[in-house]
């Protein structure tokens, strides 16, 4: 490999108004002495992300505007794969902040190991109370379990990593990211690679700086997606089954049979329809000492708010888990 081959950063956008300037600005003041190229896959938005990536274009030559009407992600980034030529791809989001040497980093460990693939920490940094709380959840193994680009690690080789710089001829030979993933591509397209010989590496000098949902409505609506997708997964790739994954729908069944069952009973007059409201307060308890736990730096506004982000976590991936039918990919 080259000391500094060109690089190729995609990123998909959809309804990033709020984010777009800050991402790419991280991205256009990266320290990497080689050729950088910028390409954005426009999705078909409905604020004004399109006039900031205009002007994002007008500005700095290297900014490339691609088209994806479909507004889907790994459309978005196989089209922004085909736009750019680049030997290596970083690929990132709208949500997503990228440091100053994660471009240089990204070469050496991807030269170093020669891994088709390398990623570090999602490091998830919030400004309101709320994305805050959710920050707290997302960095914690009792919110996203022990994933390593979630709470850190030793670096090594991992099933998965966080967006992810890659060789172009990996990505060319699993034939890029599998269109019918509208989520979970990443992990589904890093399975892939493994499949094919590809080594996946992770590396916690990677980080990058990504901003939380803003509500509890759409926390639940990106878990939701990403139970459904998990279950998905599952279904194509047998061998992924893993407990943990089990954990959130495995809950969401325990607490629900409990209220029915406390509910049915007490309908019919019996003394022990409490019991069927232990689970719930058992997990309410445990969501209320764990989100204390893990928020220990944070005010109390948000701390308050943290077993609110972790509830609507697990319990949108679990139900999402569930509910996933088998028709979700085409």
Not at 31 to 37: C, H, K, N, R, S
Not at 221 to 240: N, S
């Amino acid at each position: 490999m080259d000391q500094y081959p060109p690089v190729a950063v995609i990123m998909p956008v959809l309804n990033e108004e709020r984010h777009l300037a800050e991402a790419v600005a991280a991205i256009a003041a990266q320290d990497y002495p080689g050729e950088l190229q910028i390409a954005l896959a426009l999705g078909p938005s409905t604020d004004r992300t399109d006039e900031v990536a205009s002007v994002l274009h007008t500005e700095d030559p290297r900014v490339r505007l691609v088209p994806n009407p479909t507004g889907k992600t790994p459309a978005g980034l196989n089209a922004a794969l085909a736009a750019t030529d680049a030997p290596i791809v970083v690929r990132v989001d709208g949500h997503a902040l990228l440091p100053p040497d994660y471009v240089r980093a990204a070469v050496a460990v991807l030269e170093r190991t020669d891994a088709d693939n390398v990623g570090g920490v999602m490091a998830a940094e919030g400004s309101t109370d709320f994305e805050r709380a959710v920050a707290c959840a997302m960095r914690s193994r009792l919110g996203v379990g022990s994933a390593s680009f979630h709470t850190g690690g030793q670096e090594g080789p991992a099933l998965t990593v966080y967006l992810g710089a890659f060789k172009r001829s990996a990505l060319e030979r699993v034939g890029g990211y599998d269109e019918a993933y509208v989520r979970a591509q990443d992990w589904e397209m890093n399975h892939r690679i493994r499949q094919t010989g590809g080594l996946v590496w992770f590396t916690p000098a990677m980080q990058v700086t990504y901003r939380p949902r803003s509500s509890v409505k759409a926390l639940a609506k990106q878990y939701l997606h990403y139970g459904r997708w998990r279950r998905e997964i599952m279904r194509q790739h047998r061998e992924t089954v893993s407990l943990r994954y089990l954990a959130a729908p495995v809950a969401v069944a325990v607490i629900t049979s409990g209220l029915a069952g406390a509910t049915a009973a007490r309908i019919a007059g019996s003394r022990w329809a409490w019991l069927g409201l232990v689970p719930a307060a058992a997990y309410v308890a445990g969501t209320g000492v764990g989100g204390a736990a893990i928020s220990t730096h944070e005010s109390a506004r948000v701390r308050r708010r943290v077993p609110i982000a972790l509830a609507t976590m697990h319990m949108s991936w679990g139900v999402g888990f569930l509910t996933s039918p088998k028709d979700l990919r085409p």
